[in-house]
């Protein structure tokens, strides 16, 4: 992803599963000073991201993050920090359970 379609990743990224409109996404994403020069600097950016299989759109125009494919096993975390702790202490590889969220991001850059 270049800087505009990372901008825009982390910005619907705390919107999870919120279509927002481009207007708002050109708006808040990149800031007031780049709304004031180009108003509309996001949409060549998202439609590459839709295209890309990142973004999806709605029928009225709104973007979301593309839910990950059944097959992405999304990060699996402990119901609690301490339990995680514990058996990390326990000398054994819990790797493959315990994740970040950068596994996700990883994800969305493949595309």
Do not use: N, Q, T
Not at 13 to 33: D, L, M, N, T
Not at 61 to 85: C, E, L, M, N, Q
């Amino acid at each position: 992803m270049d800087a505009e379609e990372r901008e825009i990743y982390y910005y619907l990224k705390a919107w999870k599963h919120v279509f927002v409109s481009a207007r708002e996404i050109c708006r808040r994403a990149g800031g007031k000073h780049r709304f004031r020069h180009d108003p509309e600097w996001a949409k060549p950016a998202l439609a590459r991201m839709v295209e890309r299989g990142i973004l999806e759109m709605d029928a009225a125009g709104h973007y979301r993050i593309r839910p990950p494919d059944k097959k992405f096993k999304g990060p699996k975390r402990w119901v609690s920090p301490h339990i995680a702790r514990i058996l990390k202490e326990s000398g054994k590889d819990f790797s493959d359970v315990i994740a970040d969220d950068e596994d996700l991001d990883r994800y969305y850059d493949s595309l």
